[in-house]
């Protein structure tokens, strides 16, 4: 909004001369706020005012109640130019000023130094010369066993601005290896470079220019033939591409969607990336899209190997007198004879395995949840076969090796106050009844839709009986005075034959 001369020397007036408010002389005026702020300095627009440096022009500009601090003023802020004006304003009546912090506020904003503004080189890529590689948090993933931090590793291409990404749960050395290969797959090669911040997953030690990297990096980028690069500490303008990136995620993708899947999450950022985020204009070259750009960048990266390096965790663990190994908060079974023992562990996102001698002797799905026990049926019953003494499996312990995840019904069991025995009773007598495979089905949908009485489980479990077309499950109680026995079929044509 312009403002003539005229009315600018009136504004001045009635703030200065009459100690109009700013919105009176807005109201009176007829005008907006921003542009009183605007004519009398204070507002957005404004013009700065030189900045006094000497002590004789700080005398001339400081306030009445101010003559006498103003070399105190000067000096401390020349120190520490971003200090609070209401900071000062306390240092200054320790030393006697009776004046308003007002007065201080409009004294700091005319002496206090100007910032020291940074020059920014732009520059420009080589084909297939780098990639920048970065982690956004996402929220959190509530998992059997308790909730885990998500993240999003995503990864640009600095030619042609092609992004890749994925959700994981593990922000550890492992999984970096994981997610670089897994880009460089389905970009079809590599890049020459590979931009990190300074995480420690990527960086162990840093003085200034001298890096030491993790090793596990290390070795990934030589048998890819890729050279790690960092930025400098606290420049992340220097990994610009990729925070644009994930800023574009955040704002296209993660906005308004809730994770409650990882598999099913990645599977939905994945086409995401297909269909939108690959597709979209390329900031330099306008008229091309990503994905055309993308195609030329291809010829240019570095082949990958055959066979593909090996991202697996790979460490020794040892085996506890109860046949189970400790890994990642968890506890998972080992064959029974094997207690005692030091075994090999490999371990992926999806998969815990365990090994003798290059032999593989177990199995696990992984888990992330935290304080869990994965035993497979097998390792029990082993277990049980050699220590005939060995007590039976409770309830609870049946029911959570037989059905993964059931201890989530079980912990909404405690937080709802109800009876955990007489609900382990009800959830024992449906898997006697429907086995393993139904009672499984049906307890995954009751964990989806939040419930979890038994009742509920019984329905689903009969609707699931029904569309597979199963015989009706038939409780008969005979009694314990009744042995179990065969009966052995014979041939009904004998009664015939008596008549």
């Known amino acids: 909004m312009t403002i003539d001369e005229a009315k600018e020397a009136e504004i001045r007036r009635l703030h200065f001369a009459e100690h109009w408010k700013i919105g009176t002389i807005a109201t009176q005026l007829g005008l907006h706020h921003d542009a009183v702020e605007r004519v009398l300095g204070l507002g957005k627009g404004a013009r700065s005012r030189p900045v006094v440096r000497d002590a004789e022009a700080a005398v001339s500009e400081a306030p009445l109640p101010l003559r006498g601090y103003e070399a105190f003023v000067i000096e401390t802020l020349t120190q520490y130019p971003r200090l609070r004006a209401t900071r000062l304003y306390d240092m200054l009546v320790e030393r006697g000023y009776e004046g308003s912090v007002r007065t201080v506020r409009r004294h700091v904003r005319l002496v206090r130094p100007a910032p020291k503004s940074e020059a920014f080189l732009r520059v420009e890529p080589l084909i297939a010369e780098q990639a920048q590689v970065d982690w956004a948090y996402v929220g959190k993933l509530r998992v059997a066993g308790g909730t885990r931090q998500l993240w999003a590793f995503v990864m640009v291409l600095s030619y042609s601005r092609a992004i890749w990404g994925e959700l994981v749960l593990d922000l550890s050395a492992s999984s970096l290896r994981r997610s670089l290969v897994r880009a460089c797959c389905y970009f079809g090669g590599a890049t020459r470079q590979w931009l990190f911040d300074n995480p420690k997953t990527v960086v162990l030690e840093r003085h200034g220019d001298a890096v030491r990297f993790h090793p596990d990096l290390l070795a990934l980028a030589g048998q890819l033939r890729v050279a790690p690069r960092l930025c400098a500490v606290r420049k992340p303008q220097q990994k610009g591409k990729v925070e644009r990136a994930i800023r574009f995620l955040r704002d296209r993708f993660f906005a308004a969607r809730t994770i409650r899947d990882l598999d099913r999450g ?3 950022l994945l086409v995401f990336l297909d269909e939108i985020a690959n597709v979209r204009p390329h900031p330099r070259w306008p008229e091309r899209r990503v994905d055309q750009v993308l195609a030329e960048e291809r010829t240019r990266l570095l082949a990958l190997p055959d066979p593909l390096p090996e991202t697996d965790l790979v460490e020794p663990v040892p085996v506890d ?9 968890n506890r998972y079974s080992a064959p029974s004879i094997h207690h005692g023992k030091t075994l090999m562990l490999v371990a992926d996102d999806t998969t815990v395995r365990l090994s003798d001698g290059g032999t593989e002797v177990a199995r696990h799905v992984r888990c992330w949840g935290r304080h869990q026990s994965i035993e497979a049926p097998e390792h029990r019953a082993e277990l049980l076969d050699h220590k005939r003494a060995a007590r039976e499996a409770k309830g609870r312990d049946r029911l959570g090796v037989a059905i993964p995840g059931f201890e989530i019904l079980q912990e909404r069991w405690v937080e709802a106050g109800r009876n955990v025995g007489f609900m382990t009773a009800k959830a024992l007598r ?12 049906a307890a995954r949908e009751a964990i989806a839709r939040g419930t979890h009485d038994p009742g ?3 329905v689903l479990c009969e609707e699931r009986r029904r569309a597979a077309d199963a015989p009706v499950p038939v409780d008969i109680d005979l009694g314990a005075h009744v042995p179990d026995r065969d009966v052995v079929p014979h041939d009904l044509e004998s009664y015939d034959a008596q008549r």
């Open 456 to 458: 509920a489980l019984a």
């Open 266 to 268: 990645n599977a939905e």
């Open 430 to 441: 449906l898997l006697d009844l429907y086995g393993v495979e139904i009672l499984g089905a």
């Open 321 to 329: 007198k109860t046949a189970f190994v400790h890994f990642d908060g």
